[in-house]
C-alpha cells in the first residue's frame, strides 16, 4: 500500500459505544494529524504528533484519546461520543513539522465518515 | 485569531474557461502556502505548493503569491467539469504555530 490509509471508511456507533479509528502512512514521515471536517465548516486539527511524541492538543474533549504508538500508526479512541461529533475524521501525514517548503506537506489519508447515534 | 479567508461560492464557469481562485491571510510573516482540492465525500488532495512570490505553474494549474497584499490564487485554465469540486487554501508560519490553517474553501462548479 502506498500513502495514508484508514480503516474502517465508515462507522456508525452508539453513543455508549467505544471504537478506535486507525491511520497507517507509508511515506516515511515523522508527523501525523488528526483533523475534523463537518458539514460546511473548516477543517479543524485535533492532535499532532512528531516522532511519537503529541506536540498539539487542541482542545479536544476527552472523550478523543489518540495513540502514535511508533512514526507510521496513529489511533483515535472514541468513546461516550455525542451526536455532534458526527463528522469525517481525517489523517494526514508530513515529513515534518517545520522549516519550510515540502517538509511541511500534508497528505491526507482518504478518511473516516463517522456517525454517532 | 490568524485567519485564512476565502470566498464560499459557488463559482460557476463554463467549461473551457479560467477560473480563478482567491484566498487571503492575516499573519504577515506566513510562509508555506497551499492548495487542495476536495471532491465531495472524499479527503483533500494537494494540487499545488507555492513558497515565494510570483506564479508558479504545473500543467493547468497556476498559483499565484503576493505576500505584500497578503493574498494567495488559483488559476485553472481551461476549467474541465472534473474540476469540479471544493478547493482549500491552507497557510502555514510561525505566527500561526508552525500549524497548517485551512480556510472554508470555494466550491467551484465547471459547466459544460
Known amino acids: 500500500e502506498t500513502g495514508v490509509t484508514q480503516t474502517p471508511r465508515h462507522l456508525v456507533m452508539g453513543m455508549t459505544n467505544k471504537k478506535s479509528l486507525k491511520c497507517e502512512q507509508h511515506?516515511?514521515?515523522?508527523?501525523m494529524y488528526w483533523y475534523k471536517q463537518s458539514a460546511k465548516k473548516p477543517l479543524e486539527l485535533m492532535f499532532v504528533?512528531?516522532?511519537?511524541?503529541?506536540?498539539e492538543n487542541n482542545s479536544v474533549p476527552s472523550r478523543f484519546s489518540p495513540e502514535c504508538p511508533n512514526s507510521s500508526h496513529l489511533f483515535l479512541h472514541l468513546h461516550t461520543l455525542q451526536p455532534e461529533d458526527s463528522a469525517l475524521y481525517l489523517c494526514?501525514?508530513?515529513?515534518?513539522?517545520?522549516?519550510?517548503?515540502?517538509?511541511?506537506?500534508?497528505?491526507f489519508g482518504p478518511g473516516t465518515r463517522l456517525l454517532v447515534l | 485569531q490568524k485567519e485564512v479567508e476565502q470566498n464560499s461560492g459557488p463559482l460557476s464557469v463554463p467549461e473551457g474557461a479560467i477560473a480563478s481562485l482567491n484566498c487571503t491571510y492575516s499573519?504577515?510573516?506566513?510562509?508555506?502556502f497551499f492548495w487542495y482540492r476536495q471532491y465531495s465525500g472524499k479527503s483533500p488532495e494537494l494540487i499545488m505548493s507555492?513558497?515565494?512570490?510570483g506564479d508558479k505553474e504545473d500543467g493547468r494549474f497556476t498559483a499565484q503569491l503576493n505576500k505584500a497584499s497578503q493574498y494567495v490564487s488559483l488559476l485553472i485554465r481551461d476549467s474541465q467539469p472534473s474540476d469540479s469540486a471544493t478547493y482549500l487554501c491552507?497557510?502555514?508560519?510561525?505566527?500561526?504555530?508552525?500549524?497548517?490553517?485551512f480556510g472554508a474553501g470555494t466550491i467551484l462548479r465547471v459547466k459544460s
Open positions: 504528533y512528531s516522532l511519537e511524541e503529541r506536540v
Open positions: 507555492i513558497y515565494s512570490n
Open positions: 494526514a501525514s508530513s515529513r515534518g513539522l517545520a522549516g519550510g517548503g515540502d517538509v511541511e506537506t500534508q497528505y
Open positions: 491552507a497557510v502555514t508560519g510561525a505566527e500561526y504555530g508552525n500549524k497548517l490553517v
Open positions: 499573519d504577515r510573516v506566513s510562509q508555506s
Open positions: 511515506l516515511g514521515h515523522n508527523a
